[in-house]
């Protein structure tokens, strides 16, 4: 080791590095100048040499400018340790290691994370010094050198926590053998930081349960029971992590102790720290998901509730207050209610992927992870908790002062919360529930108007399912009004909970919308020129949903009226696509940010006015560039954005095919590329909607769709081989669109009919009765005409794939069917027919007896 000290830095170089870095730190600096200058420092093969020098003997120099040049050190190891000269990695090493007791905590801080990541590239064998130099740390009884070391220690739990549980060479223990009694004597330690970062340390290795916390299970939970009630809040914190994880990965272990560990948890859940209560919280809903026996919690029920609602509050300092008050002007900040976030557009039988919700603006706190817990205990204990749970909302709705607000707003969303699971005991009183409900979207508190919209959006199924009962339909119509207005509301909060609560109660109720798409209309395209950039993402969906909810009804039901309302939000939709793409090259010359979920939202939305509208629709996109921006976005990086591209691509092709028409190979290009192997395993929705707007395409434009379709062939075939696992619509897809190229293309596609035959046969046997099977055993058809032999070896399952139909109401495919079937008995001879029809069950001979065989 005594070698790679024999390195020095220049003073100029090291005057010059400082200087670049305290530039770097100085918030009022050319950051880009800066970056370019450090660009070609780095050049130089010395460069990390200075870094750590100055991290390590930078005595004299700023805390700030030592800790930067430690983090410039972390970010250039991560990519290029691997290729520096030994003696420079050597000089690294050897210059860390005596600073993991540095008597500052900043720089042990530092150390200890540029420590994590060299660890994560050369591992313990790569290191053995490290491992030496940590145990020394631990036995030191010195303060900075015990917390240094385990706090590089925990950033390598965090980590990597396995690669401490391996065997070495040259070391006669694994290393977290020897660092786990040490770390869990530390939960006995005077010094709060040591007990935090022991605890944190072990609590990594919960899920991957190395022996060695195995065998010392009983001193580590002992040791949790002891901090349970520690005075620092962040050991309380680690100490609720480590129940929930148990909770969720080793009930097994936590079972014996069940009852201890539940009144701690219990007790944490009022903690005045409300990070602490957030993570006990967390121990319910955990609980319940791994099925631990329900009886375990009974008994606390009659605490546990009312410690959930009181939880759900909102508190004094909440600054959600402050933004509920204030009106359509305030920006937009933290949202209390999730927002229902749009999904793109998937054509079949499943949703799709699950799009990322907007995280940024849900931040998950006490309040709402108490409301969970109470939505998960409904529905594991039903009714149960009503008898616990109903007097202390009853009480909190009694409370009509302007103080009580709070409180009674946290009621109704406590009705919200268990709409699903103790729907059974509410049933009876549901008009009551909603009775009261509906006075509330008007209340003068916006907090209380947005909560109600959620609220009676969980109670959305059963409200349309009570249509027919005395009054359903008339509080139906004023749960609708009351919501419309309160999409005009001039709060931004109300109007986003008003928008969410809309498009579920649009999803549930269907045709029952179809009376009120006037006023609804109206309500809509008030809100289309009055909301600002968030809140116009959750129209979009409203708007979206509605059109997937009534389809054509749209347009049958307004006439020209629908026709005048879509025209400006299929422009207005244009424009945003249009300008989104703009903003992805240069904000600044959009004069927005851009936001993916705009270009998604208008996709869907330009979807729905296509369903709607019907050819209708043809004329604006005549007079558009719609054509060429669809293209751009069904080529886009982001798979949600291609999903509902390819969505819109199918629904034009249905439509008015004529105007795809001048870049239709390059849609069909694009759409085919996404059915690789890759592309189908990295975003399923998207090569689903890929798979059905080729089939779309291939009915609308026959002989012009062959340059694809082997390529298209060649992916489809997989999927049906091999289809464990897979989406159930890609697979319908896949079989339907194989069916509607046979149809266009039977030359093409039947020479190659004995690759595909038999796994293609077993998906159509399992797509119910519609048009679209009708395509695919139009093509299966077309293609056994152009090559009767190339399917005999496969004529079990065309047999069964015939036998499948309920009834084919098509006169014309009927005949066709008895005509291939009859062909074969033919070809094959009664004998031949007969051994083919011994290997079928004796209900699938019955129903082929329709086809006169």
Not at 509 to 514: C, H, I, N, P, T
Request: with cysteine; aromatic share 6%; net charge negative.
């Amino acid at each position: 080791m005594a070698a790679p000290a024999l390195w020095q830095p220049q003073e100029q170089g090291l005057r010059e590095i400082c200087t670049l870095l305290e530039a770097h730190i100085s918030p009022n600096s050319d950051q880009a100048r800066i970056w370019q200058q450090l660009q070609h420092y780095s050049q130089f093969p010395d460069f990390n040499n200075y870094l750590v020098f100055l991290l390590a003997r930078g005595e004299g120099k700023s805390i700030e400018v030592r800790q930067a040049a430690g983090l410039l050190l972390k970010n250039n190891l991560r990519t290029t340790f691997s290729s520096m000269p030994s003696p420079s990695q050597q000089y690294i090493k050897a210059e860390l290691l005596p600073c993991i007791g540095a008597t500052n905590r900043a720089i042990r801080s530092t150390v200890g994370t540029v420590i994590s990541v060299l660890f994560q590239i050369v591992r313990v064998a790569g290191w053995i010094e490290l491992f030496q130099a940590l145990h020394k740390c631990l036995d030191s009884n010195d303060l900075d050198h015990m917390e240094g070391a385990m706090d590089a220690i925990y950033k390598i739990c965090e980590d990597v926590p396995e690669e401490l549980d391996v065997d070495v060479p040259g070391l006669s223990e694994r290393p977290i053998n020897v660092f786990m009694p040490r770390i869990l004597q530390f939960f006995q330690s005077p010094h709060a930081s040591l007990r935090k970062l022991a605890l944190g340390c072990i609590n990594q290795y919960i899920v991957v349960m190395p022996s060695a916390l195995y065998m010392s299970m009983d001193q580590y939970l002992q040791g949790l029971f002891n901090l349970a009630k520690d005075p620092s809040s962040d050991v309380r914190k680690l100490v609720c992590s480590a129940w929930v994880q148990l909770i969720e990965v080793r009930p097994s272990i936590l079972e014996p102790h069940l009852k201890n560990v539940t009144e701690l948890i219990l007790l944490a859940n009022k903690d005045s720290d409300d990070e602490v209560a957030l993570e006990a919280c967390e121990f319910w809903s955990a609980y319940c998901d791994v099925s631990m026996p329900p009886e375990g919690l009974r008994e606390f029920l009659p605490r546990l509730i009312p410690t959930l609602l009181s939880n759900m509050v909102y508190a004094d300092d909440d600054e959600s207050l402050a933004d509920a008050e204030e009106d359509e002007s305030f920006p937009d900040r933290d949202q209390d209610l999730k927002p229902r976030f749009h999904a793109s557009r998937l054509h079949g039988s499943e949703t799709g992927e699950d799009d990322d919700d907007d995280d940024a603006v849900n931040v998950w706190n006490l309040r709402k992870c108490s409301a969970a817990g109470l939505d998960v205990l409904s529905n594991v204990f039903g009714d149960s908790i009503l008898p616990t749970l109903m007097p202390l909302i009853e009480q909190n709705l009694a409370r009509t002062d302007d103080e009580s607000w709070k409180e009674r707003e946290t009621a109704v969303l406590s009705l919200g919360a268990i709409a699903e699971g103790c729907i059974a005991g509410l049933y009876p009183h549901l008009p009551q529930i909603v009775a009261f409900l509906i006075p509330l979207l008007d209340d003068k508190f916006p907090l209380i108007r947005s909560i109600t919209c959620w609220t009676l959006s969980r109670y959305s199924k059963f409200i349309v399912q009570s249509l027919d009962h005395p009054n359903g339909r008339e509080q139906f119509d004023k749960i609708l009004l009351g919501l419309l207005r309160r999409i005009l509301d001039t709060n931004k909060r109300v109007q986003e909970a008003a928008c969410s609560a809309f498009a579920t109660l649009e999803e549930e109720a269907a045709e029952e919308l179809v009376p009120h798409l006037e006023v609804i209309l109206q309500h809509l395209m008030c809100a289309y020129g009055k909301y600002q950039r968030r809140n116009l993402r959750i129209l979009y969906d409203a708007l979206g949903t509605l059109a997937d909810a009534v389809g054509a009804e749209l347009n049958q039901a307004l006439g020209p009226g629908f026709a005048q309302f879509a025209e400006p939000v299929f422009q207005r939709c244009i424009n945003l696509i249009q300008s989104q793409q703009l903003a992805k090259i240069d904000p600044t010359a959009a004069g927005a940010l851009y936001d993916r979920e705009f270009i998604v939202c208008s996709l869907d939305l330009l979807s729905g006015l296509a369903e709607g509208l019907g050819p209708g629709i043809e004329s604006l996109v005549a007079q558009s560039n719609l054509r060429d921006l669809l293209l751009q976005c069904c080529m886009d990086e982001a798979a949600n954005v291609r999903q509902s591209a390819l969505a819109l691509l199918g629904d034009l092709s249905r439509v008015c095919p004529i105007h795809l028409h001048p870049r239709l190979q390059e849609f069909l290009t694009v759409a085919a590329k996404q059915l690789s192997p890759q592309c189908v395993k990295e975003a399923v929705s998207v090569a689903n909607n890929a798979c059905w707007a080729i089939g779309e395409l291939a009915i609308k434009v026959g002989k012009e769709i062959e340059p694809v379709v082997i390529t298209v062939v060649s992916c489809l075939v997989p999927i049906l081989k091999s289809p464990e696992g897979l989406n159930k619509s890609l697979i319908e897809n896949s079989a339907i669109t194989l069916g509607r190229l046979s149809w266009v293309c039977p030359d093409i596609m039947a020479p190659h009919m004995d690759h595909f035959m038999q796994a293609w046969c077993s998906a159509l046997c399992v797509i119910r009765d519609d048009f679209e099977k009708e395509d695919a055993f139009h093509g299966l058809c077309a293609m056994v005409a152009a090559n009767p032999s190339g399917g005999v070896g496969s004529l079990a399952y065309i047999c069964q794939a015939c036998a499948s139909w309920t009834e084919i109401k098509s006169e014309g495919l009927h005949n066709e069917v008895c005509q291939i079937l009859n062909g074969y008995k033919q070809l094959l001879g009664n004998s031949g027919w007969e051994q083919c029809m011994a290997t079928l069950e004796p209900a699938v001979v019955q129903r082929l007896a329709r086809y006169g065989v």
